[in-house]
């Protein structure tokens, strides 16, 4: 498990339908890094999975009241 690259990032999210920019997939970067470097130590043990591409879509959902 290695930390995702801008370029990673903008493919995920190519293929997830949500396309971004590489300011926004240099931003998602940044913030997921540091979760997949904490679990560098135990990778393979978790089924855990960390999928940026819909992050962008999350920031701009409107609460409805």
Do not use: H
């Not at 540091?34 to 560098?40: K, V």
């Not at 130590?41 to 819909?54: H, K, Q, R, S, V």
């Amino acid at each position: 498990m290695t930390r995702p690259t801008t370029k990673e990032i903008q493919a995920t999210a190519q293929i997830a339908g949500v396309p971004v920019n590489e300011e926004i997939a240099t931003r998602i970067s940044n913030s997921i890094g540091p979760a997949f470097e904490g679990f560098a130590a135990i990778a393979g043990t978790l089924p855990f999975d960390l999928e940026p591409a819909l992050y962008p879509l999350a920031q701009i959902q409107k609460v409805s009241k």
